[in-house]
């Protein structure tokens, strides 16, 4: 079922190799028949089957970034790991190009699942999965619709049909701006229909960014124009389609997240721009729940919403590998 892909066989990561893995690339499809493609990495010298995760995030960077870099980290502490490109992004197939949806992306975790589960040196019975930024918030569905999931990490997540629908910090939650963001959508679907291609939406602001510009914008860019830069990434070039994004606005993912009986540890940074998505998303997932006991919400003191992407010594890996062990 999966498409023939040429896939980049080189080092192009935007973090160094470790030697303690091995790494490969993999493919497996989703229900939609997109294929999509993945790096694996295997601790070395691994015996028997192992407990899996599957990584994905953030919104609209590539595996070659933070995703990458937390599965080879999970790797090293003893977890068979797969970080992946979306449908429609990276190495991935799906056309048109820089698309995203409430539903296919969250068949892309579950089809991740699929793939884990049938490895022969993975115990499908041990499979948990991280998403980060506004793939924590995906991860959250995800783990509300799959049963085969064990465990989730949010980290720095986003939940990215709020920040649509209201816009951010719920500055723009109300009836007439959301009408007329969606008259602004249609007109642009029109327009890209008569020219037969998508317009971009921009990506991250170039180096330097001005002076005046937020905290989190001029956070974002350093990321994804600066130390971690990378030519498939659309957050480090010209962004997503203009309507890429536009299905979110109505479609809320985390309605049944007070549902979710498998274990879930939320990771934000104090000073992060964002960080009031986690602390919602874990108050809506624990009120009223009768799940609510292996439930987490974590606080990294003085974190921006950037350094859960690559900082190694914010991002509380020791944290996430106990997390991993004790719910699996």
Same mark, same amino acid.
């Given at each position: 079922?999966?498409?023939?892909?040429?896939? /980049?066989?080189?080092?192009?990561?935007?973090?160094?190799?470790?030697?303690?893995?091995?790494?490969?690339?993999?493919?497996?499809?989703?229900?939609?028949?997109?294929?999509?493609? %993945?790096?694996?990495?295997?601790?070395?010298? %691994?015996?028997?089957?192992?407990?899996?995760?599957?990584?994905?995030?953030?919104?609209?960077?590539?595996?070659?970034?933070?995703?990458?870099?937390?599965?080879?980290?999970?790797?090293?502490?003893?977890?068979?790991?797969?970080?992946?490109?979306?449908?429609?992004?990276?190495?991935?197939?799906?056309?048109?190009?820089?698309?995203?949806?409430?539903?296919?992306?969250?068949?892309?975790?579950?089809?991740?699942?699929?793939?884990?589960?049938?490895?022969?040196?993975?115990?499908?019975?041990? /499979?948990?999965?991280?998403?980060?930024?506004?793939?924590?918030?995906?991860?959250?569905?995800?783990?509300?619709?799959?049963?085969?999931?064990? %465990?989730?990490?949010?980290?720095?997540?986003?939940?990215?049909?709020?920040?649509?629908?209201?816009?951010?910090?719920?500055?723009?939650?109300?009836?007439?701006?959301?009408?007329?963001?969606?008259?602004?959508?249609?007109?642009?679907?029109?327009?890209?229909?008569?020219?037969?291609?998508?317009?971009?939406?921009?990506?991250?602001?170039?180096?330097?960014?001005?002076?005046?510009?937020?905290?989190?914008?001029?956070?974002?860019?350093?990321?994804?124009?600066?130390?971690?830069?990378?030519?498939?990434?659309?957050?480090?070039?010209?962004?997503?389609?203009?309507?890429?994004?536009?299905?979110?606005?109505?479609?809320? /993912?985390?309605?049944?997240?007070?549902?979710?009986?498998?274990?879930?540890?939320?990771?934000?940074?104090?000073?992060?721009?964002?960080?009031?998505?986690?602390?919602?998303?874990?108050?809506?997932?624990?009120?009223?729940?009768?799940?609510?006991?292996?439930?987490?919400?974590?606080? /990294?003191?003085?974190?921006?919403?950037?350094?859960?992407?690559?900082?190694?010594?914010?991002?509380?890996?020791?944290?996430?590998?106990?997390?991993?062990?004790?719910?699996?």
């Amino acid at each position: 079922m999966s498409e023939t892909l040429e896939l /980049i066989q080189e080092w192009d990561k935007t973090f160094a190799k470790s030697e303690k893995v091995n790494h490969s690339k993999v493919t497996f499809h989703n229900r939609y028949g997109m294929t999509l493609v %993945a790096d694996m990495y295997v601790p070395k010298n %691994a015996e028997g089957k192992l407990p899996a995760i599957a990584v994905c995030g953030p919104f609209g960077a590539v595996k070659e970034q933070a995703s990458g870099l937390y599965a080879q980290t999970m790797a090293e502490r003893g977890f068979l790991t797969i970080a992946f490109d979306p449908s429609f992004t990276g190495e991935s197939s799906g056309t048109p190009r820089y698309m995203a949806s409430p539903d296919i992306n969250t068949e892309d975790f579950q089809a991740a699942i699929d793939f884990l589960s049938i490895q022969e040196n993975v115990d499908s019975e041990k /499979i948990g999965i991280i998403g980060i930024c506004g793939w924590g918030g995906m991860a959250l569905n995800v783990a509300a619709l799959d049963t085969r999931i064990k %465990a989730t990490v949010a980290s720095t997540m986003y939940d990215m049909t709020r920040v649509n629908a209201n816009g951010y910090f719920d500055e723009e939650d109300n009836e007439e701006t959301r009408y007329n963001n969606k008259v602004a959508l249609n007109a642009q679907r029109i327009t890209d229909y008569k020219n037969g291609s998508y317009e971009l939406g921009g990506g991250c602001l170039e180096l330097p960014v001005p002076e005046d510009a937020p905290f989190y914008v001029k956070d974002y860019s350093e990321y994804y124009k600066g130390r971690s830069y990378h030519s498939r990434s659309l957050n480090s070039n010209g962004g997503w389609n203009k309507i890429g994004c536009m299905s979110f606005i109505n479609q809320p /993912i985390l309605k049944y997240s007070n549902e979710i009986r498998s274990a879930v540890l939320v990771i934000h940074g104090e000073k992060a721009h964002s960080c009031y998505f986690s602390k919602d998303a874990y108050k809506d997932m624990t009120t009223n729940s009768k799940y609510a006991d292996n439930k987490e919400l974590m606080i /990294i003191p003085n974190a921006v919403h950037t350094d859960l992407y690559d900082n190694m010594e914010v991002i509380p890996f020791d944290k996430i590998e106990k997390f991993f062990n004790e719910n699996f």
